[in-house]
């Protein structure tokens, strides 16, 4: 079994400096922890199974990786996370990801967590072969951007319930149809802009590249968004407009209403995720519903499996069923 000692004989450091490491603190120089890392995976040291008995080679501890611990979305998804992690008796890790500073998960999680749960992070391949070799299985509730063949996923059929909210502008009469989007290309919502891109190809809509708002995916983005496309002489591209999340649907009726259009009469605006917010606003916001809660005990019951050998890590999908919400916020067409 490969020791501490190892590690820093191998690194060319102290076992201090290696302790250092493995427990994130910051008195390491950069160069030198790096160096501590590689040694690390080389050896394949896991601190884990060196602290604890070889016949349990568990924590009984699950990582988490929020996005933003503020929305709605994600933290519908860490209670049912925590309610059937507690059936199991096992614990959750949370942390927020920063791309930035991803290479330092690698010893924030370092034999801490018999799995590493994501939500919709798209992780470095040298981040995700790091937990691959530890024998720490990765899982993400909604699919990356960049789909990995050793992440599994997650999520709802985006291409349905593109297809779904579509047909429901469309038989309203919107033909000309716009679209709230994520900035960064990493992000999760980039799957739901393509498969909306396709299910308006497959219904005949209109679909101006122009029509393409982006934000950040929280509401006062979003508002400041589209109150700055409504405040341009341009007349807009669409009579409807689709969002990424509620969020951000919520800062466009805001939008709306600072610059007097009216919703649905002049612009009929929708959402997805079916957060709690989102029925509460004027006018109610219709949205894709995601099962937020049963997302997170699927995600904890598939660990489970991963670690008793019951299944294999890998791209496997798992769909969750999917229903639209029709409120106030999307309505007929008013004539030109």
């Not at 992440?151 to 919107?174: P, Q, S």
């Amino acid at each position: 079994m490969v020791t501490r000692d190892d590690v820093a004989k191998h690194a060319g450091v102290s076992v201090a400096v290696v302790s250092y490491v493995i427990n994130n603190k910051s008195v390491v120089k950069e160069e030198t922890r790096q160096k501590v890392l590689r040694s690390i995976e080389e050896l394949g040291y896991n601190p884990n199974l060196a602290a604890r008995s070889l016949k349990t080679k568990e924590t009984h501890q699950y990582g988490v990786l929020f996005n933003n611990l503020g929305n709605p979305f994600e933290t519908g998804i860490s209670l049912g996370l925590e309610a059937k992690a507690r059936e199991y008796g096992r614990s959750l890790i949370f942390q927020t990801y920063l791309g930035e500073e991803e290479e330092q998960l690698k010893t924030i999680y370092m034999g801490r967590t018999d799995g590493l749960i994501l939500l919709g992070q798209s992780l470095q391949e040298s981040t995700i072969r790091h937990f691959e070799k530890l024998g720490v299985p990765l899982l993400s509730i909604t699919a990356p951007a960049a789909a990995h063949p050793s992440v599994r996923c997650i999520d709802i059929d985006w291409y349905g319930a593109m297809h779904d909210l579509l047909k429901h502008l469309k038989e309203n009469g919107h033909t000309r149809i716009g679209f709230m989007g994520t900035e960064s290309k990493e992000h999760h919502h980039q799957v739901r802009h393509s498969e909306f891109c396709k299910a308006i190809s497959a219904l005949g809509l209109q679909y101006d590249p122009d029509g393409l708002l982006q934000a950040d995916g929280r509401l006062e983005s979003a508002q400041a968004r589209m109150l700055e496309r409504l405040k341009s002489p341009e007349p807009l591209e669409f009579s409807a407009i689709v969002c990424a999340n509620d969020l951000m649907a919520i800062g466009v009726l805001s939008a709306c209403k600072d610059a007097g259009i009216r919703v649905p009469e002049d612009l009929s605006v929708a959402g997805c995720e079916n957060i709690l917010m989102s029925s509460h606003t004027s006018p109610a916001l219709t949205t894709v519903h995601y099962p937020r809660r049963l997302s997170g005990f699927m995600a904890i019951d598939q660990m489970m499996k991963l670690k008793e050998g019951q299944d294999q890590p890998g791209t496997s999908s798992t769909i969750l069923e999917h229903n639209l919400i029709i409120r106030e916020s999307t309505g007929a067409r008013s004539p030109e």
